[in-house]
């Protein structure tokens, strides 16, 4: 046997790094002493190239591991596809949470400017100097719709898309339609009563209420059918028609 070609000395035993690193010396140079010997004396202790040896684990086995193997990568494909997925829909939430808010914010800063256009048109300017261009369109807005209710009378306007001037007939229309629809804004309970004319009693008259006449023409109102008849003529009594004749 081979140990070492010279006494191991170590100055503290108690060093376990250098005396570990004594004991590698030692194993490395008996390791290529033994080769040396094994060459000198014709030995062999490499194996073949072409040498086949069976292994410990069966190739069903084998399988089985690789199929593993594949089944754990797939799963991590998926769920890192998954993820993915998930932050997209998450950006693109955000995204479409961002568009709302934005149009939502557009919408809100045009109703202020309308307010404040409302505002100073009511005499209390409180506009910025932002505002200054949306009320230059508005004012131009404006004009081209007095100039399009003002080409009906005749006149002839380049901006204006009406050109032949308005008859006295659809003027006539014009008038019976604001007869009878009005001239927009609200119209519903138009004719209910109010606070100030429940109060109000000023169209009450005594000596009105007890005519003759417009009793007898209240009376007819709630008649309804039977009003409707006229001076019908009514069926006698029960005592009436037991005295009369008798009929047959």
Do not use: C, W
Not at 65 to 80: F, G, P, T, V
Not at 139 to 166: F, I
Not at 207 to 214: H, L, V
Request: charged content about 40%; cysteine-free; aromatic content about 4%.
């Amino acid at each position: 046997s081979i140990t070492s070609s010279k006494a191991v000395v170590v100055a503290d035993p108690d060093d376990d790094l250098t005396r570990e690193v004594a004991f590698y010396d030692q194993a490395l140079e008996a390791a290529v002493l033994g080769r040396e010997r094994i060459k000198k004396e014709g030995g062999v202790f490499q194996r073949p190239d072409d040498y086949f040896a069976e292994m410990i684990k069966t190739d069903d086995h084998m399988a089985k591991i690789r199929q593993r193997l594949l089944d754990e990568n797939a799963s991590i494909q998926a769920s890192e596809r998954a993820k993915a997925q998930r932050d997209l829909k998450k950006f693109g939430k955000k995204v479409q949470t961002e568009k709302r808010l934005e149009r939502e914010k557009a919408k809100a800063d045009a109703l202020d400017k309308i307010q404040a256009l409302k505002k100073k048109r009511q005499g209390n300017d409180n506009t910025t100097k932002a505002d200054d261009d949306f009320d230059v369109a508005l004012a131009s807005d404006d004009d081209e719709m007095k100039a399009y209710k003002t080409a009906g009378k005749g006149g002839v306007n380049q901006n204006n898309k009406r050109s032949a001037p308005s008859s006295a007939e659809s003027r006539g229309k014009r008038v019976k339609k604001d007869q009878k629809f009005g001239f927009g804004g609200k119209k519903r309970h138009g004719k209910s009563n109010t606070a100030d004319s429940s109060a109000d009693v000023s169209g009450f008259s005594v000596k009105r209420n007890k005519s003759t006449s417009f009793k007898s023409g209240h009376k007819a109102a709630k008649g309804g059918a039977k009003g409707a008849k006229g001076g019908a003529k009514q069926r006698p009594g029960k005592s009436r028609r037991q005295s009369g004749p008798s009929r047959h």
